[in-house]
């Protein structure tokens, strides 16, 4: 079985578990998201430290959070590749994409507009962080994604924004929202340059330089948009792991995982 196909095994499995999840928390048999999302670490974890507050809500996510986060010291971000359901959906949906055929079209953005917005999702991060530590969170959970699909009824104007980066425009640009807009993704890179700053030998995308043949394929596959040719490792932290490149890549062996520091 190729990685793609494993992947895919496993991407639908968590589509199913999430669609379950979120049909029993739209119907109300279920009482809140948060008690599911990893992301109440930073929502809730934050809160939580603010000696006002006083206390740490929906504990259990936000362990499952932590870890989440902190294994992308080892093993990068392989939770956005196999696990989270908003990742799988905009991969899904970005089938959709009338360049598919021509690959060498299909990267919309310029790289230069690309780096610019990966700002965004760490701007967000900070936003939430800083709310939710004074216990404003709402300003970030109203618009948040999870919480826009838990409370359909509710959704406002800026909430069918948030929902149209994960159901539309990863149509024309793929994984959207998981590549600029998304906090917990912000956070998992931060934790994967404090992995770096202490030697700590990652999960990563090897190539052979000498080997390649520049025909570019790999960069053109890669949903994140990442330059991967002519580098000898990918230290990358927006890389998800998704292997594409590896299958890609026309010469045998010449994109490899490997666990380099
Ligand atoms: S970047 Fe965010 S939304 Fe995308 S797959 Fe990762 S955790 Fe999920
Ligand atoms: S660098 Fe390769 S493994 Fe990483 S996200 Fe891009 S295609 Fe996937
Ligand atoms: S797909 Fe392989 S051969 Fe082609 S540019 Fe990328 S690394 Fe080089």
Redesign the pocket.
């Known amino acids: 079985m190729k990685i793609r196909q494993y992947r895919r095994l496993v991407q639908i499995v968590f589509l199913i578990i999430s669609a379950v999840l979120f049909y029993h928390l739209i119907f109300g048999k279920l009482s809140v998201a948060h008690q599911y999302c ?2 109440s670490a930073v929502c809730f974890g934050a809160m939580g430290l603010n000696p006002k507050f006083g206390q740490f809500l929906y504990i259990v996510p936000m362990i499952i959070g932590l870890i989440i986060a902190l294994s992308t010291i080892f093993t990068g ?1 392989i ?3 196999y ?6 959906l ?1 991969e899904f949906i970005s089938k959709f994409n009338p360049m598919n055929k021509k690959r060498n079209k299909k990267n919309i953005l310029t790289y230069k507009i690309h780096n610019i917005l990966l700002i965004l ?1 760490y701007l967000i991060l900070i936003f939430t962080m800083l709310t939710a530590y004074k216990s404003i969170h709402y300003l970030y959970i109203k618009n948040c ?1 999870i919480m826009n699909i838990n409370h359909p009824q509710n959704i406002g104007l800026i909430g069918m924004l948030v929902l149209s980066t ?1 159901f539309i425009i990863p149509i024309f640009i793929e ?1 959207f ?3 600029y807009l ?4 912000a956070l ?1 890179n931060i934790i994967q340059w404090i992995g770096k700053f202490l030697h700590i030998p990652r999960m990563k995308i090897h190539g052979t330089e000498s080997a390649c043949v520049n025909c570019q394929l790999c960069n053109r596959y890669c949903p994140m948009q990442i330059k991967i040719s002519k580098k000898d490792s990918i230290n990358d932290p927006e890389c ?1 792991q998704c292997g594409l490149c590896i299958e890609k890549c026309p010469v045998h062996g010449g994109l490899t995982f490997e666990l380099i520091n």
């Open positions: 990893p992301y971000r939770f956005c590749s696990v989270c359901p908003i990742g799988s905009q999702k994604p994960i994984r929202w998981c590549k998304c906090p917990y993704a998992m998800i």
